[in-house]
């Protein structure tokens, strides 16, 4: 069984302890690989090596870099097939998704912040007759990246490209639950000729290798991307440490449809939002609002619409919904389902176990949930999976208490043909993100996180170039 590696220090390396871990399919529940074990030691192997690197690659040109991350890009892009099946494998999202969204992503991440390395730039105050004062933004040295399983290469590159743009060095662990497009990007890195240390990539459990990174001195700011409870505890590990800290954690995004919308723009965008990837994105519309005079007619269409998703064998071409990235989450899943019945609500489709001919995995039917009032805990909690909340409203300001009533803050969606009123709520919504007649419109320029509980700091464009550097003001007077 292929055993995946560690890569430190440029090379392909098994962990000190020599212990694996099993790497399961989740769309047959079969082990198909072993991921490594890693520990502390492995750890410190990596911020070993990082610090070696740092000298030269902080110093490195801005071209040189924009020359090896391109590399690195055009490489996933020749290989982009085995990138999506690995993914597929991994996580058991259909291989169309990984295909067309998820490994392109990874190759955009590369490119897009190589093409930052060119054009960052700082500032300069200028104090009149007297002086001038200009900003050095400088590598912080060796960060730590942490990524989780849902869209493993595609958050694991946000965080890596930017922070190797600005001439970091890096020690990274991708999610346990989704080992092997990492362990084939190391696999490119060597291929590309990016410089021993600069990237290290360890393998492993969050409180053993993970904690080993968040708690290392040498380690001097951390880019973690996963649940509220985890980013909490990373944020107490990490307080006294005076680390830089960036927190993208859960979400519960409402998604607001006025009556004047137009129907099948917002009746599509729903079903999007709602089910993406299985409902396991963090952006995911999860909390579905529709104003009272479209709501029955909403509703119907929006269930028969969700009802004719085809759940299936990942690499079937007619998939629409894959398997559930594992067993644990699948019956995390199917529990919230069953409190919402217990809360009252009533299961309009789906949220059934489906037999999926061939494949012994963990499918579930996609589903949408009627009549749970705001304090129901399916209606406040993550729940991460195909399960769609739905409520009425009457007015903009009741829609605006029900959309802010929970304590996550990152996405919120709001479908109205009303100029004026888009603007007036995405002002009042209480959101790092909020869309206008669309969902999950991507632009890499634009800052990407939450408020409340859904986090702190800012990733995307200019904004994860500061984030990964120091600023300096020098103060030269001359007068
Ligand atoms: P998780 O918090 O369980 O794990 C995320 C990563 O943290 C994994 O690599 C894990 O091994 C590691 N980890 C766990 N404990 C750790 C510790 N003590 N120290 C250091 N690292 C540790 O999250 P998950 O289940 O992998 O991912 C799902 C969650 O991620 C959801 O809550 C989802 O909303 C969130 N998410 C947020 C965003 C965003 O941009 N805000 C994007 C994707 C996913």
């Not at 090896?68 to 058991?92: P, S, V």
């Not at 304590?407 to 009123?421: H, I």
């Not at 990407?448 to 986090?455: A, E, I, L, M």
Request: hydrophobic share 45%; proline share 6%; net charge neutral.
């Amino acid at each position: 069984m292929e055993r995946i590696q560690n890569y430190i220090d440029g090379r392909l390396a098994a962990p000190v302890s020599g212990t694996y871990l099993d790497n399961v399919n989740p769309a047959t529940g079969a082990v198909y690989s072993l991921i490594p074990d890693s520990d502390a030691a492995d750890v410190e192997a990596a911020v070993g090596a990082a610090a070696r690197a740092f000298p030269v690659w902080s110093l490195s040109s801005p071209a040189e870099r924009f020359r090896i991350m391109n590399r690195i890009a055009d490489l996933i892009e020749a290989d982009l097939e085995a990138f999506a099946l690995a993914e597929t494998i991994d996580t058991g999202k259909p291989l169309s998704v990984s295909r067309s969204v998820d490994i392109p992503r990874a190759v955009a991440n590369f490119r897009f912040f190589a093409t930052a390395a060119m054009q960052f730039g700082s500032e300069a105050h200028p104090m009149a007759g007297q002086a001038i004062n200009y900003t050095l933004r400088q590598p912080i040295g060796t960060v730590g990246c942490i990524s989780p399983w849902n869209l493993p290469l595609y958050l694991f590159t946000w965080k890596i490209a930017p922070a190797l743009a600005t001439g970091n060095c890096i020690v990274s662990k991708p999610s346990e639950v989704t080992p092997m497009t990492a362990y084939l990007l190391a696999k490119v890195c060597i291929a590309a000729g990016l410089p021993a240390g600069v990237l290290n990539i360890v393998h492993g459990l969050g409180p053993k290798a993970g904690q080993a990174i968040v708690a290392h001195p040498g380690i001097k700011a951390i880019s973690f991307t996963g649940g509220t409870n985890t980013g909490r505890h990373i944020a107490a590990t990490t307080a006294p440490l005076f680390k830089k800290l960036s927190l993208e954690l859960g979400g519960k995004n409402p998604n607001l449809v006025f009556a004047d919308c137009d129907f099948d723009q917002a009746l599509t965008g729903a079903v999007r939002a709602g089910f993406s990837n299985n409902g396991q994105i963090c952006l995911c519309g999860s909390r579905l609002y529709v104003q009272r005079p479209i709501y029955e007619k909403f509703r119907d269409a929006l269930v028969h619409r969700v009802a004719a998703l085809k759940v299936g064998d990942p690499l079937a071409a007619d998939t629409d919904l894959g398997a559930l990235v594992s067993k644990p989450h699948f019956e995390k899943v199917l529990g919230y389902v069953a409190l919402a019945r217990e809360e009252g609500g009533r299961i309009l489709c789906g949220g059934e176990p489906v037999q999926v001919p061939g494949a012994g995995g963990w499918f579930l039917s996609p589903a949408v949930i009627e009549n749970l009032g705001a304090d129901c805990r399916t209606v406040r909690e993550e729940i991460f999976g195909p399960v769609l909340t739905l409520q009425p409203f009457d007015t903009e300001e009741e829609a605006l208490e029900l959309a802010n009533g929970t304590e996550y803050g990152l996405a919120a969606t709001v479908w109205t043909q009303d100029v004026s009123r888009a603007h007036r709520v995405a002002e009042r919504l209480q959101n790092g993100i909020v869309w206008v007649n669309c969902w999950m419109l991507r632009d890499l320029r634009t800052p990407f996180g939450g408020v409340k509980n859904s986090g702190v700091g800012r990733e995307g464009g200019w904004e994860a170039m500061r984030f990964f550097t120091e600023a300096k003001n020098v103060c030269v007077n001359w007068g």
